[in-house]
T-cell receptor, first 113, second 113 residues
Framework: EADIYQTPRYLVIGTGKKITLECSQT?????MYWYQQDPGMELHLIHY???????EKGDLSSESTVSRIRTEHFPLTLESARPSHTSQYLC????????????FGSGTRLTVV | AQSVTQPDIHITVSEGASLELRCNYS??????LFWYVQSPGQGLQLLLK??????LVQGIKGFEAEFKRSQSSFNLRKPSVHWSDAAEYFC???????????FGAGTRLFVKA
């Protein structure tokens, strides 16, 4: 079944640790996105990609980085986690050229202690 | 600047009653409009979308939405709410020419028996 997968679902990690949030989709979508979601707030775009070897920063300043070496894979990395990074991170994908909306993963809830 | 406003942070509706969730947007041209639903611990799921044509669009799970250009609104409706509809609902707008999707802050729906 075509879908988008995020791992881990929950992560508690100490300050200063390096972490990578995984996102994979099986739909062959060219466009992929990372959003940060906090309770009662708009979703904020932190990174996006329009295809392999294409990555851009979003509207929200973020200390994270992303890579897009394969169409299906779009991991997000925090080199040194801080408590301010505590949030839910949502990965999404969409087809290029079609306004069909996004398919979202189930999210990773990150807590930095 | 482009924006999406969902005026109601939360709404409580009795099961079987009708529902209307409000969404107002600010965008210079005709936007692409979306409604998403997020159940607890899950990612967002696309309910419906509007691109052009008929201003009343039908979506999944019995939802519909009406685009009113004069009011810059795209309100979501359901004639009879079920307890399983309790979730958070997000309105989103996407423009043309590389304008990326902007999400509202969401409206949390509570359904009482």
């Amino acid at each position: 079944e075509a879908d988008i997968y995020q791992t881990p679902r929950y992560l508690v990690i100490g300050t200063g640790k390096k972490i990578t949030l995984e996102c994979s989709q099986t739909m062959g979508h060219d466009k992929m996105y990372w959003y940060q979601q906090d309770p009662g707030m708009e979703l904020h775009l932190i990174h996006y990609s329009y295809g392999v070897n294409s990555t851009e920063k979003g509207d929200l300043s973020s200390e994270s980085t992303v890579s897009r070496i394969r169409t299906e894979h779009f991991p997000l990395t925090l080199e040194s986690a801080r408590p301010s990074h505590t949030s839910q991170y949502l990965c999404a994908s969409s087809e290029a050229g079609d306004r069909l909306g996004y398919t979202f993963g189930s999210g990773t809830r990150l807590t930095v202690v | 600047a482009q924006s999406v406003t969902q005026p109601d942070i939360h709404i409580t509706v009795s099961e079987g009653a009708s529902l209307e969730l409000r969404c107002n947007y600010s965008y210079g041209a005709t936007p692409y409009l979306f409604w998403y639903v997020q159940s607890p611990g899950q990612g967002l799921q696309l309910l419906l979308k509007y691109f052009s044509g008929d201003t009343l669009v039908q979506g999944i799970k019995g939802f519909e939405a009406e685009f009113k250009r004069s009011q810059s609104s795209f309100n979501l409706r359901k004639p009879s709410v079920h307890w399983s509809d309790a979730a958070e609902y997000f309105c989103a707008v996407e423009g043309t020419g590389g304008f990326k999707t902007i999400f509202g802050a969401g409206t949390r729906l509570f359904v009482k028996a």
